[in-house]
C-alpha cells in the first residue's frame, strides 16, 4: 500500500470514528427525555407553584447532560473536517485505528448523560413538589452530576490524546 | 484490471460512518417515548392541565432530540458533502 | 479475471450502513410502548379522559418516531439514491 | 480460477445489512412487553374497564411496531430487490 | 489449488446475518418478562380477575412476539432459501 | 500449499453467527429474572395466592423463553446441520 | 513457508463464537440481580413468608438461568467438540 | 520471511474471544447492585430483620453471579489450557 | 521487507481483547451507583439506621464488584502475562 | 512503499483496545447519575438530612467509579507504556 492509499485508510477510519463517536447522542437522548416526563409529571400535579420551577431545574439539568453529545460532535467535526491524523507522520494503520479509538472512547459519553438526565428529572420531580427547598436540590443535583461527568472526561481525553498526541513516536 | 482505490475506501467508510451515527436515535426514541408516558398519565390525572403538560412534554422533547439531530447532521455531511474525500483529492493533488 | 473494484466496495458497504441505521429502531419502539403502557393504565384509572390521554399519547409517540425515520431516511439514501457512488463516478470520470 | 468479486462482495454484505436492520426489533420487543404489563395490571385493577384498556394497549403497541417493521422492510429489500446490485450491473454495463 | 469464490463469501456472511437477526430475540425476552412479572403481580392482588389478567397478559405478549418471529425468518430464509445466493448464481450465468 | 477455502470460510462465519444468535439470550434472563422478583413480591404479600402467582409467573416466563430458543435453534442448526455448507457444496459440484 | 490453512480459520472463529455466545451471560446476571432484590426487600417486610419468599425467588432464577446455560453450551461444544471442524474433514477427506 | 500461521490466528482470535467473554459480567454487576440497592432500602426500613435481609441478598446475588463465572471459566479456557490448538496441532499432525 | 508475522498478530489482538474486557465494567458502574441511590434515600428517610444501611450497601457492592475485577484481572493476564503469546513460543519452538 | 510491520499492528490494535476499555465509563456514568437524582430526591424530603445524604451518596458513587478507572488504566497503559509492544520487541530481539 502506498502512501496515497494509507492517508486514504486514516480518511475511510475516521469517517467510522466520527460515526461511533455520535453513538454517545443516545445518552442525552435518553436522559433529558427522563427529565421530560418528570418534569411534565410535576407540571400536572403542581401547576400552580412547582410547574415554572420544575421546567427550569428540567432545562438546567437537561443542559448539563447535553455535554456529552455535544463533546461528540465536535470530536465527529474535528475529524471530519479538521483531521489531524491525515498529516501526521507514522504508520497509516496506527493513524487510522487512532481514529476508531477515539470514535469508541467517545461512546462512554452515553453513560453520564443517562445519569445525569436522570437527576434532572429527580430534581425536577422535588422541586416541583417542593418548590422552597429549589437550591438545596439543585445544588444536590448539580454536584451529583459533576460526579457522573467524570467517566466522560477520561474518555474524552484519551480521545483528544489518540487525535491529537503522537504517543507512539 | 480495476482495483480498490483510495477514494473509494473513503466513500464506502462513509456510508458505514453514517449508519454508525443513526444509532443515536435510540437514545431521543426512548426517552421522548417515556416523556410521552408521563404526560398521557398526568393528563388523565389532571385533564385541567393538559395545556401546560402538554407544552412542558414537548419542550422536554425538544431538548431531547438535539443529539439524534447531531447524528443525522453528521450522517448528512458524510453522504452529500463528504469532506474526508475533498481532502484526500486535495492530498493526491487532483 | 474480474476483481473487486470500487463501485462494489462502496455499494457492499452501504448495504452495512443501511442495515446499521435502522438499529435506530430500537428507541422509538422501547418509548412509544411505555408510552402505550402508561395510556393504558391512565385509561383505566380515568376512563372518562380517554380521549385526552390517548390524544397525549400518540402526539408522544409522533415525537418519538422521528429518529426512526430519520434512521430510514439514510438507509433509503444509501440503497436507492447513493450519493457516494455517484461521487465516486464523477471522480473517477466516468 | 475464480475468484471474489464485486457482485458476490455486495450480496454478502446485504446479508450482514438485512441481519443488522434486524437488531431494530429489540425495541417494540421491549416497549410491547411493557404496555402488555401495564395492561394486564390495568385490567386486574380496573376490569370494568378491560375494553378501553386493551384497546389503548394495542393502539399504542401498533405505534411501537413501526421501526420493527421498517427494519422488516429494508431487510427484505436487501434480500429480494437488492437495489445496490441492480446499480452495480448497471455501472459496470452488463 | 482451491481458492475462497464469491458463492462461499455469500454464504459465509449469511451465517453471520442469520446469527445478527437473532439479537432481536432480546425484546420480546425483556418485554414479555417484564408482561409475566407484573401479570403475577396483578393475580396476586386480585385473584378473582385472574383470568382477564392473563389473557391480557398473552395479548400483550402475542403483540411483543412478532419482532422476534422477523428475526428468526429473516434468519431461515438466509439459512434456507436464500435469494441473495440464487440472484449471484443468475447474475454470473450459471 | 493449502489455502482458505470457500469451506472453511463458510463453516467459520457459522460459529460467529451460532455465537451472535445466543446473543438473544440476555433478553429472556432480564425478562425472566423480572418476574421472578416479582413472583417472590407478590408471594411475600399474599401468601394464600402463591398458587397462583407461581403459575402465572411460569406461563408468562415460559412465553419470554420462546425467542432464547429460537437463537438457541438458529445456532444449532449452524453447528450441526449447516444447510449453507450443504448447499455449497451443491453448487460446486462436490 | 506455512501459511493460514482453512482448519486454523474454523478453529480461530470458533475462539471468536464462544466469546460471543456468552456474553447471553448478561440477561440472566440482572434478572436474577433483580429477583434478589425483590426477594430481599419481601423478606424485610414479612420475615414470616421468608422460606415461601426465597422459593419463589429461587425457581424464578432457575428459570431465567436457562438461556445463560445455552450460551455456555454453545460455547463448549464450540471449544470442546467442535462439529464445525469435524464437517471440514469430513469434506475435504481427511 | 515469516508470516502469519494457523497456530498464530487461532491464539490471537483466543485472545478476543477471551475479551468478549468477559463483557458477561456486565449482567451481575447490574443485578446485584441492584440488590444492593434494595438490600440497603430494607435494612433502613426494618433493621430488625437486618439477619434475614442480608441473607437473602447475598443468597440471590451468589445465583446472579453464575454467569459472570461462566464467562470468567471460557476466558481462562481460552486462554490457559486452550483446546483450540490442541486441536490444530492433532490435525495438522505436530 | 519486514512483514506481520504470527507474534505480532497475537500480541495485537490481546490489546483488542483486554479492551473488550474491561468493558465488563459497566455492570459494576450501573448496579453499584444504583445501590448508592437507594442508600442515599434511606439514610433520608432513617438516619438513625446510617450505619447498617451503608454497611449493608457496601457489602453488596463489593459483592458486585467482582466481574469488574474479573474483566480486569484479564486484561492484565493479557497485557503483562500473555499465556498465548508464550505458547505460541513454545509451539513454533523459540 | 511503506508496508505493515508487527510493529505498526500492534500499536493500532492497542489504539482500539484503548477505546473500548473506555467505554466502560458508561456504567459509572448511569450509576452515579442515578445516585444524584435520588440524593436530590432525599434533599427534596427530608432537607435536614441533607449532610447525611450527600456523605452517603457520594460514597456509593466514589464505589462505583472504580471500574471506569479500571478502563481508564488499561488505556493509559496500552497508550503509554504498552508492554506488548514491549514484548514484541524482546522476542524478536531488538
Ligand atoms: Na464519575
Ligand atoms: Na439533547
Ligand atoms: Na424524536
Ligand atoms: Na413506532
Ligand atoms: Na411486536
Ligand atoms: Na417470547
Ligand atoms: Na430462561
Ligand atoms: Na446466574
Ligand atoms: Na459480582
Ligand atoms: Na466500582
Request: overall charge neutral; charged content about 10%; hydrophobic content about 55%.
Amino acid at each position: 500500500m502506498d502512501e496515497l492509499t494509507g492517508k486514504a485508510l486514516i480518511l475511510g477510519m475516521s469517517a467510522i470514528g466520527a460515526g461511533l463517536a455520535m453513538i454517545a447522542g443516545i445518552g442525552p437522548g435518553v436522559g433529558q427525555g427522563f427529565a421530560a416526563g418528570k418534569a411534565t409529571e410535576a407540571v400536572g400535579n403542581n401547576r400552580e407553584h412547582g410547574g415554572k420551577p420544575a421546567t427550569l431545574v428540567m432545562l438546567l439539568g437537561a443542559a448539563v447532560a447535553e455535554t456529552s453529545g455535544i463533546f461528540s460532535l465536535v470530536v465527529a467535526i474535528v475529524m471530519l473536517f479538521a483531521n489531524p491524523l491525515v498529516t501526521r507522520e507514522g504508520a497509516f494503520i496506527v493513524l487510522g485505528a487512532s481514529a476508531l479509538g477515539a470514535g469508541l472512547a467517545m461512546i462512554a459519553g452515553m453513560g453520564p448523560a443517562i445519569g445525569q438526565g436522570y437527576a434532572a428529572g429527580k430534581a425536577a420531580e422535588a422541586v416541583g413538589k417542593r418548590p422552597k427547598l429549589q437550591s438545596s436540590v439543585v445544588r444536590t443535583m448539580l454536584l451529583g452530576q459533576a460526579v457522573a461527568q467524570t467517566t466522560g472526561i477520561y474518555a474524552l481525553i484519551i480521545a483528544l490524546i489518540l487525535l491529537f498526541v503522537n504517543v507512539w513516536a | 484490471m480495476e482495483q480498490i482505490d483510495g477514494k473509494a475506501l473513503i466513500l464506502a467508510c462513509s456510508a458505514i460512518g453514517a449508519g454508525l451515527a443513526m444509532i443515536a436515535g435510540i437514545g431521543p426514541g426512548i426517552g421522548q417515548g417515556y416523556a410521552a408516558g408521563k404526560g398521557a398519565e398526568a393528563v388523565g390525572r389532571q385533564p385541567e392541565a393538559q395545556a401546560d403538560v402538554v407544552r412542558t412534554m414537548l419542550l422536554g422533547a425538544a431538548v431531547a432530540e438535539t443529539t439524534g439531530i447531531y447524528g443525522l447532521i453528521v450522517a448528512i455531511i458524510l453522504l452529500f458533502a463528504n469532506p474526508l474525500i475533498t481532502r484526500y483529492m486535495d492530498l493526491i493533488g487532483q
